[in-house]
C-alpha cells in the first residue's frame, strides 16, 4: 500500500481479555517496528524485525506481550490479560534496511489507541 | 543522560515567527530523522538526513555530524504547524530502533 496501515484505529476492551493489533506495512519495506506511547510520555521500541532473521524483542514490556510477521508482510502484536497500563497509542513503522544497513523510507502507522477499563 | 536530547521542551510562538528546534546526540549516528506528532497521535516523518541540510516547504533540517547536534526550522510559522516535533536517531551502524528525544511541544497562536 501507499503507507503504513494499522487496525483498528481505536480499540477499547476490558481488563483481562486479549487484544490484536495489525500492521500492514509499506510493500518492500524488509524492517518492521512496534512502539509505543502512553499518555503524556516518549515513544517506546517494543520489538523490531528484519527479513527472516530473528525478531529484536528487547523492549517487550512482559511475556503477555508478542508479535509475530511473516516474511516482510503483516504484524500481529497480541496483547494478553490486557491490564490498565497497557493503554497507549501503538504505533507501527516499517522501513527499507539496505544490506550495508542504511535505512531508507521510514514511515509511521496512524497508530491504534487501546484503552483497557 | 538520554542518548537524544532536544530542546526547548515547549515553545510558543507567534504566527509568522521563524522556529528553530535543536536535537543533541551522543551515540554515532547513521542518520537523524525528524518526527511530528498532531494531537490524537499521529506520526509523519518529516526528514530523515545523515548530512547537511533538506528543505521541504516551510520546513528545513539540517545536520552536523561532527558537533553530532540538528535543527529543524520552520518559517513562516502558522498555527496548523502547532504540534510535537521529536528527533530520533538510530545507533551507529544498525538499523534497529530509533532512540527517541523527549519531543518539543511548539504552539503558534493565531
Known amino acids: 500500500g501507499a503507507g503504513v496501515s494499522q487496525s483498528p484505529s481505536n480499540k477499547v476492551t476490558e481488563k483481562g481479555k486479549d487484544v490484536e493489533l495489525r500492521c500492514d506495512p509499506i510493500s518492500g519495506h524488509t524492517a518492521l517496528y512496534w512502539y509505543r506511547q502512553r499518555l503524556g510520555q516518549g515513544l517506546e521500541f517494543l520489538i523490531y524485525f528484519q527479513g527472516n532473521s530473528a525478531p529484536d524483542k528487547s523492549g517487550l514490556p512482559s511475556d503477555r506481550f508478542s508479535a509475530e510477521r511473516t516474511g516482510e508482510s503483516v504484524s500481529t502484536l497480541t496483547i494478553q490479560r490486557t491490564q490498565q497500563e497497557d493503554s497507549a497509542v501503538y504505533l507501527c513503522a516499517s522501513s527499507l534496511v539496505s544490506r550495508t544497513g542504511a535505512n531508507y523510507g521510514y514511515t509511521f502507522g496512524s497508530g491504534t489507541r487501546l484503552t483497557v477499563v | 543522560k538520554n542518548e537524544v536530547e532536544q530542546s526547548p521542551q515547549n515553545l510558543t510562538a507567534q504566527e509568522g515567527e521563524f522556529i528553530t528546534i535543536n536535537c543533541s546526540y551522543s551515540v554515532g549516528i547513521s542518520a537523524l530523522h525528524w518526527l511530528q506528532q498532531h494531537p490524537g497521535g499521529g506520526i509523519v516523518s518529516l526528514f530523515m538526513l545523515s548530512s547537511g541540510k533538506k528543505k521541504h516547504g516551510r520546513l528545513i533540517a539540517t545536520i552536523n555530524i561532527q558537533e553530532k547536534h540538528s535543527s529543524l526550522h520552520i518559517t513562516a510559522s502558522h498555527p496548523r504547524d502547532s504540534a510535537v516535533y521529536i528527533c530520533?536517531?538510530?545507533?551507529?551502524?544498525?538499523?534497529?530502533?530509533?532512540?527517541f528525544g523527549s519531543g518539543t511541544q511548539l504552539t503558534v497562536l493565531p
Open positions: 530520533a536517531a538510530p545507533p551507529s551502524g544498525s538499523a534497529r530502533q530509533l532512540t
